[in-house]
């Protein structure tokens, strides 16, 4: 039987979104594991939209969160509210501002962040349930949010400043390279730091490799 994996995204475009590089080297990464998956996203309207071409924010549009994730996932999608831990062996959280604009508030709030309630018990479910997690780039932002009390080891590079928004939550930042994986095997889960730290699509796919792999043995 296939191993059963949720790709969580948070919209489409790194400025507002899931990372686009992210999303599709982690769903390459799965689909080499031959692993059964599918991608998840909140159906919520997104805190922002942005030009990607100029940067600038086009106040006047509205997007929905799940709608742009299923460009990523090429239609096939479901909305998080109807998923449980019991659904997957694993579920891995791309990185993007979707993650810090539209699953939490981070972006907005600093280290007073909080995260989106479903997200956040989805989150602690798959842990109480044992599932092995994954979080990349800023994504660790929400484990440190949901499991900072079991002092989760988590990953954002070597930014001091999201490094404490981290620690001040209870979770412990470990500084990584960005070829590189932090693994919190008693707490079930991988972070890397992908472009919070890569400079090209190359350097985040090392990382990215290496955390769908060590999620998977954790599996």
């Not at 796919?205 to 290496?210: A, D, K, R, T, V």
Request: charged share 25%.
């Amino acid at each position: 039987m296939k191993t059963k994996v949720a790709v969580i995204l948070s919209g489409c475009g790194v400025y507002d979104g899931a990372e686009i590089h992210e999303s599709v080297l982690t769903l390459l990464a799965l689909a080499r594991a031959d692993t059964q998956v599918c991608c998840i996203a909140p159906d919520i309207t997104q805190r922002h939209v942005i030009d990607h071409a100029s940067g600038n924010e086009l106040e006047d549009e509205d997007r929905n969160v799940m709608s742009e994730a299923a460009r990523i996932s090429r239609g096939e999608i479901l909305p998080l509210d109807n998923v449980r831990a019991a659904d997957f062996d694993a579920f891995i959280y791309i990185g993007g501002f979707g993650v810090a604009k539209n699953l939490s508030s981070y972006a907005f709030d600093g280290r007073d962040y909080d995260v989106d309630p479903a997200v956040l018990d989805l989150i602690q479910a798959a842990h109480e349930a044992g599932k092995a997690q994954g979080f990349m780039c800023i994504a660790p932002i929400l484990a440190a949010r949901a499991l900072g009390g079991k002092q989760v080891q988590l990953t954002i590079g070597n930014d001091p400043e999201t490094a404490a928004a981290l620690n001040d939550k209870g979770a412990k930042a470990i500084d990584c390279p960005v070829d590189s994986i932090v693994i919190d095997e008693a707490n079930r889960v991988v972070s890397t730091p992908a472009y919070m730290l890569a400079e090209s699509i190359l350097e985040a796919e090392s990382g990215i490799n290496q955390l769908v792999e060590a999620v998977l043995k954790l599996c």
